[in-house]
């Protein structure tokens, strides 16, 4: 049992507390302190993320008390996979907000490692209860972190968040309390073992709170119906705010991924394939919606905004058609979206910057400070969101096409080519507003911030680098796709000792 | 006791839904409220209920189950700190924005221009 697995938990909770004592006038010393604290979160997400790479799944019991008694982390290729990416993401946006952000409100840095907390958490537990608990953390932290900044857009946003995450949170503990009711057990593993052999009544229980549980991860995944708060919180966010966030739709979708394949998993008998074919549909409706909505938006932050809600369904794609070649494009292209929109998020906030009052709105202002670097990073950005070639949208979508079989191959290509088209015209009509037609003078209040540019950079750059070695990456969420799909050898580890 | 329980958890779920329904931070609150309340007496319940029993194991021939009961402390302390910061976090909205609606905005208001 090696105690590296506790540490993403563990540590951005300490680095939190012990933040929120520094006061906000020493800025230089809550600077370090985080930014240390995100490169070390980095260092550690690697190593577990090439124990993870030795196979196997890692086993953390809290206090040495075993599973299904105790609390345990968990720790597989997935969830190593998405500690690794949150953990890049929250460097680069960490050194973004360091640049000035962070002091636009209180208490930015310490508020931003418990959501660290909470995100690391949830993709760790092996409990459902813990998960709650994860979730409710990462919320908080997100309440505040959103109205960072304040402003009578962000209150307005935040009310929606707050309002519908608690109700969310409420079922969740429905769904939840109905598990323990059933099975007597909270373990995810302990629960698939349950719902395997589940009969009659004990199984339409179960699917209920299956059902419920997917409606609460659906609101944080942000899948049609549940999706109202989403464009409206994103865009309103703090740059650096809206790119962490890129990485909150992921834990939903997380989430699900858990549900589906452990669960409710493939060999669980009556209840296999849970809910797969209503996912399919719904993640189509989300990707269509969701590039309309981009097409339709008046700002370059609520496009992007609605970009997320494409991400959204394609990822969503993926995970109900549930096969292995369908989860390998969805981790690829998981981490693409996380990436690439948390990029273009922090790029929207460098070219709002240099566009005096107009800020995102997407009309005529006037020219750039800096056009040829936003303007070259756009162009990178939106030819990878887009899907087009050579970058890792591409790689991402063409994976997920070929993945498709059956009747949902026909669906799946026209709906994601068509996303991908609507997409495309959305942003290349964003960039001839932003970057060709201006009128008048530079405004005189434009900045640009080199610190800040190399944070997009590295992140929007990041659609590059995922070509380039899009072999070994790709190998690794296949082989993360294989083992989540025999979770045989995630119950073993669990009550085999 | 099932019944009434049950009859318990209906009603504030009942009161709780068409509270959350009013378009008005502060009914939304209690709303919320009554809805977590519901809640937590389901969580509790659904340890079966039992009167008069111990929960600790191995002290006597028949226990109460402890879990719901941790369960259900926990989800009341972030209940209740959630439903601090909501309260907190409507007064400052109807501060700033000058109304009590959770849209930010009246509707009828709209209207004049």
């Known amino acids: 049992m090696s105690h590296l697995i506790v540490v993403p938990f563990i540590l951005p909770l300490l680095i939190g507390a012990l933040l929120s004592w520094v006061k906000d006038e020493h800025i230089s010393l809550q600077r370090n302190i985080s930014l240390a604290a995100s490169l070390a979160l980095l260092v550690v997400a690697l190593l577990l993320l090439s124990m993870a790479e030795q196979g196997g799944v890692q086993v953390y019991s809290m206090g040495n008390w075993h599973a299904p008694f105790g609390i345990v982390l968990v720790l597989d290729r997935l969830s190593a996979l998405l500690l690794a990416t949150t953990a890049m993401l929250a460097l680069w946006v960490n050194f973004y907000a360091v640049a000035g952000d962070d002091q636009r409100g209180r208490n930015f840095h310490a508020l931003f490692q418990f959501q660290l907390a909470g995100i690391n ?27 960072h900044g304040l402003g009578a857009e962000r209150l307005r946003s935040a009310v929606h968040y707050v309002i519908l995450n608690l109700v969310g949170s ?30 009659g009544d ?9 059902w419920v549980l997917l409606l609460v991860f659906g ?32 834990v939903g979708l997380y989430a699900i991924l858990r549900m589906t394949t452990l669960v409710f998993g493939g060999q669980t008998g009556a209840a296999a394939g849970f809910g797969l074919d209503v996912l399919f549909v719904i993640a189509l409706l989300t990707m269509m919606l969701g590039a309309i909505g981009a097409f339709a938006a008046g700002t370059l932050h609520s496009m992007l905004a609605y970009l997320v809600l494409v991400s959204v369904g394609t990822l969503l794609a993926g995970i109900s058609m549930g096969s292995e070649a369908a989860l390998t494009a969805s981790l690829y292209y998981l981490l693409h979206s996380t990436w690439g929109i948390a990029g273009l998020f922090l790029l929207a906030d460098l070219i709002a910057k240099q566009r005096g009052k107009l800020k995102g709105i997407l009309r005529t202002g006037a020219p750039l400070l800096t056009p040829a670097r936003l303007g070259a990073l756009f162009f990178v950005g939106a030819v990878a969101t887009a899907g087009l070639p050579p970058f890792s949208g591409f790689v991402g979508k063409l994976s997920l096409l070929q993945a498709a079989q ?69 190998a690794f969420c296949q082989a993360s796709a294989q083992q989540l799909l025999q979770p045989e050898l995630y119950l073993q580890q669990l009550t085999g000792e | 006791m099932e019944l009434w329980i049950a009859c318990a958890i209906g009603g504030l779920v009942f009161c709780g839904v068409y509270l959350i329904l009013r378009a008005r931070t502060f009914p939304v609150a209690l709303g919320l409220t009554l809805l977590s309340y519901a809640i937590n007496i389901f969580l509790f319940s659904m340890g079966r209920l039992k009167t008069g029993q111990p929960a600790v194991i191995g002290t006597s021939a028949s226990y109460t189950d402890p879990v719901p009961q941790a369960l259900v402390l926990t989800a009341i302390v972030i209940g209740f700190a ?13 501060v700033i924005l000058g109304t009590d609606h959770v849209d930010g905005s009246e509707k009828n208001k709209q209207e004049a221009p």
């Open chain 1, 121 to 147: 958490g949830a993709f760790l537990t092996g409990d459902l209860f813990n998960l709650f608990v994860c979730f409710e953390i990462l919320l908080i932290a997100s309440y505040t972190l959103l109205l």
């Open chain 2, 82 to 94: 959630m439903t601090a910061f909501l309260l907190i976090l409507s007064l400052r909205a109807y």
């Open chain 1, 202 to 210: 004990e199984q339409y229980l179960l699917q209920a709170a299956g």
């Open chain 1, 406 to 474: 059956g009747i949902q191959q026909g669906f799946l290509w026209v709906t994601v080519l068509l996303a991908s088209l609507v997409v495309l015209l959305a942003l290349s009509r964003a960039g001839s507003v932003l970057f060709w037609q201006h009128t008048g003078a530079i405004d005189e209040h434009a900045r640009f911030s080199t610190p800040a540019f190399v944070s997009a950079v590295a992140l929007i750059g990041s659609g590059v680098l995922l070509v380039i070695f899009a072999e070994p990456v790709l």
């Open chain 1, 219 to 250: 609101l944080k995944a942000a899948f049609l119906p549940l999706h109202f708060w989403l464009p409206r919180a994103y865009a309103s966010a703090t740059a650096p705010v809206a790119a962490l966030f890129a990485i909150m739709t992921k």
């Open chain 1, 170 to 199: 409420s079922l969740f503990l429905l769904g939840a309390g109905l598990f323990y009711g059933v099975a007597g057990t909270l373990n995810m593993a302990d629960l698939a073992r349950f719902v395997a052999q589940a009969q």
